[in-house]
């Protein structure tokens, strides 16, 4: 059950940058209107986690975004909305024109039928729940959906698939976000190929990874040790993408955001 707007009395916000933040006050041009709103997913926090916050306040809840997610948008003429834990998304999901499922902590292996391994990462069943209902309400309405990282993981979980819990070798995180690790191949045909042609060198941070594939869900990109790194609807505006397009030095110009973007604005 979410609180109503009302009733929620979580009011912290922290954003996080991997990549300097830009001016992006020449993007949005013309009558605000006219500009798509774009939902973004966070993560939820306390006080505690911040290195050098008051002792007072380290029970506090915060909900956390990473700003990389939303430059791409901006930098693709949309306008990122951060979207509070814990509401009810049925009452705000109207206002948005298109969602993007950042990425974040373990999904609750319960949901996928799985009990916990031991390499599995604190889940945020808050998060969950929430993005369950999100997805729910806007698959309602056929808004078109960006799925990265765990957002991809989320949409497959969603539909009735499951999760490797444990793939170290994608987990490279010795190395700078922005990097490129491995290449990516696309399937012939697939909206991923318009957007990115046939192939992709691509960074890697993800230690889980699609096991079956959801129902109405097709696979369309694959690492070159088989691993699935993008996902597609058969019949909605639903893409996903296991990598970090937001963290790599091509954001701004990623077919990702200006894909989610464009459709948010028919």
């Not at 031991?118 to 998060?127: C, D, M």
């Not at 539909?159 to 994608?170: A, F, K």
Request: hydrophobic content about 40%.
């Amino acid at each position: 059950m979410f609180p109503t707007m009302r009733d929620v009395a979580i009011r912290h916000l922290i954003v996080l940058s991997t990549i300097p933040f830009k001016s992006t006050s020449t993007t949005l041009r013309g009558p605000m209107s006219n500009t798509p709103l774009i939902g973004i997913t966070g993560k939820r926090r306390t006080g505690a986690d911040l290195k050098g916050s008051l002792k007072v306040m380290s029970d506090l809840s915060l909900d956390v975004y990473w700003v990389d997610y939303s430059q791409g948008i901006l930098a693709a003429g949309g306008l990122p909305v951060f979207l509070p834990l814990g509401v009810d998304p049925s009452l705000y999901v109207e206002r948005l024109d298109g969602l993007l499922m950042s990425g974040g902590a373990d999904i609750q292996p319960e949901l996928y039928g799985s009990e916990p391994a031991p390499e599995t990462y604190k889940p945020e069943p808050i998060r969950d729940e929430f993005e369950t209902a999100l997805l729910d309400a806007v698959i309602d309405l056929e808004l078109p959906v960006a799925g990265i990282c765990r957002g991809l993981q989320m949409i497959n979980v969603y539909s009735g698939g499951n999760l490797i819990q444990d793939v170290p070798r994608h987990a490279v995180r010795d190395k700078p976000p922005a990097t490129e690790v491995h290449t990516v191949k696309i399937m012939e045909g697939s909206l991923l190929e318009k957007l990115y042609g046939p192939s992709r060198e691509v960074n890697s941070l993800h230690h889980q990874s699609i096991g079956d594939i959801g129902e109405n869900l097709v696979i369309t990109a694959r690492s070159e040790d088989g691993g699935v790194e993008g996902i597609e609807h058969q019949s909605l505006p639903i893409v996903a993408v296991q990598w970090h397009p937001e963290m790599m030095t091509s954001r701004d110009t990623d077919p990702l955001f200006n894909w989610l973007v464009t459709e948010a604005k028919k």
